[in-house]
Antibody
């Protein structure tokens, strides 16, 4: 069974940093591109960042470019999101999502999400 | 990259059919057959319902179908059931720099 479990969310002050993790199991993690998608309270979904299976290709939404860094450790079946210079508008539930094989931006499995709150 | 445009809400009675539209541009929906649809119940993670415009993942009811014409994609749910009440989001590939763009979401109410 495919499982994605996020962790690392919490309350942080504006300008602060946070590192999210996503532990994957039930599939060959190293074969899949992975993504972070967020959802602000009461709002819609927003794609944040993507990383290819071997980390060769990395992409960011304009809203987080230069502040967030996506990475992965295939030996540990884990995905990460380092978030720096956090702003109030980064407050959201952050989901880890797997790309369906061969279908970019098709997110076939999602974690339960981890809440990040940026507030003083 | 602007979000795709969806109606804020749609409603239907049990047994009826409804269609949710998702309008983009020639840079996203109109250029690629990489439109997907997600169902999200309150407090839950999204679930993939349709991918590549009209394909259904294993386990998704055949009451859900997708299509595309020009810059607009559509999700149709036939034989509405109470458990279909949820938020629905479309998503499209938008090129090699932006990758994915979502619609604003549509709240489906089953009357």
């Amino acid at each position: 069974e495919v499982q994605l479990v996020e962790s690392g969310g919490g309350l942080v002050k504006p300008g602060g940093s946070l590192r999210l993790s996503c532990a994957a199991s039930g599939f060959t993690f190293s074969s899949y591109s992975m993504n972070w998608v967020r959802q602000a309270p009461g709002k819609g979904l927003e794609w944040v960042s993507s990383i290819s299976s071997s980390s060769s290709y990395i992409y960011y939404a304009d809203s987080v470019k230069g502040r967030f860094t996506i990475s992965r450790d295939n030996a540990k079946n884990s995905l990460y999101l380092q978030m720096n210079s956090l702003r109030a508008e980064d407050t959201a539930v952050y989901y880890c999502a797997r790309d369906r094989l061969g279908a970019v931006t098709t997110y076939d499995y999602w974690g339960q999400g981890t809440l990040v709150t940026v507030s003083s | 990259q602007s979000a795709l445009t969806q109606p804020a809400s749609v409603s239907g009675s049990p047994g009826q059919s409804i269609t949710i539209s998702c309008t983009g541009t020639s840079s996203d929906v109109g250029s690629y057959n990489l439109v997907s649809w997600y169902q999200q119940h309150p407090g839950k993670a999204p679930k993939l319902m349709i991918y590549e415009v009209s394909k259904r993942p294993s386990g998704v009811s055949n009451r859900f179908s997708g299509s595309k014409s020009g810059n607009t994609a559509s999700l149709t749910i036939s034989g509405l059931q109470a458990e279909d009440e949820a938020d629905y989001y479309c998503c499209s590939y938008a090129g090699s720099s932006t990758l994915g763009v979502f619609g604003g979401g549509t709240k489906l109410t089953v009357l």
